[in-house]
């Protein structure tokens, strides 16, 4: 989704010279630090373990509250992650989220192919493959019900 720019403005805001977006945006980020993180894990040998925040985990609740109270429809989206398979415990996540948000639509995207390039992190999207994800989420109409 475009916002308008008169929006776009008011939820970003200049800090240090670095662009933060507010909720409705995202940071563009330009780096790819994949082998770097991908190394670390090696060394580490094996996943990264799933925790949730217990402040985190309160946030996400109240969200969940706000929305049913407004008749919001609420979609969890797990994100495009360099090789899920290798680096993230997506069991444990799984687990968690059939006991704790099973009632929540669950959107996974966690295998979605992408390349390298497109990952400024393990976790993390950068500008490049933000922008193709994004283009298929507005082609497929993924949010249309």
Do not use: W
């Not at 994100?79 to 959107?107: G, H, M």
């Amino acid at each position: 989704m475009i916002l308008p720019t008169r929006f776009y403005n008011k939820l970003t805001k200049k800090t240090k010279e670095i662009e933060c977006n507010i909720p409705g945006g995202y940071l563009a980020l330009d780096k790819n630090h994949v082998k770097k993180f991908a190394i670390d894990k090696n060394v580490n040998k094996g996943h990264a373990e799933f925790t949730v925040s217990s402040l985190q985990y309160k946030y996400l609740e109240k969200m969940i509250n706000l929305c049913r109270i407004y008749n919001i429809r609420l979609i969890l989206i797990n994100t495009p992650l360099y090789k899920a398979d290798i680096y993230t415990d997506n069991v444990s996540f799984d687990l968690f989220r059939q006991k704790e948000l099973s009632e929540i639509e669950y959107l996974d995207f966690s295998m979605f192919s992408l390349p390298e390039s497109c990952y400024a992190d393990l976790i993390h999207l950068n500008k490049y493959g933000a922008a193709i994800f994004s283009e298929y989420l507005n082609c497929h109409d993924v949010f249309v019900k």
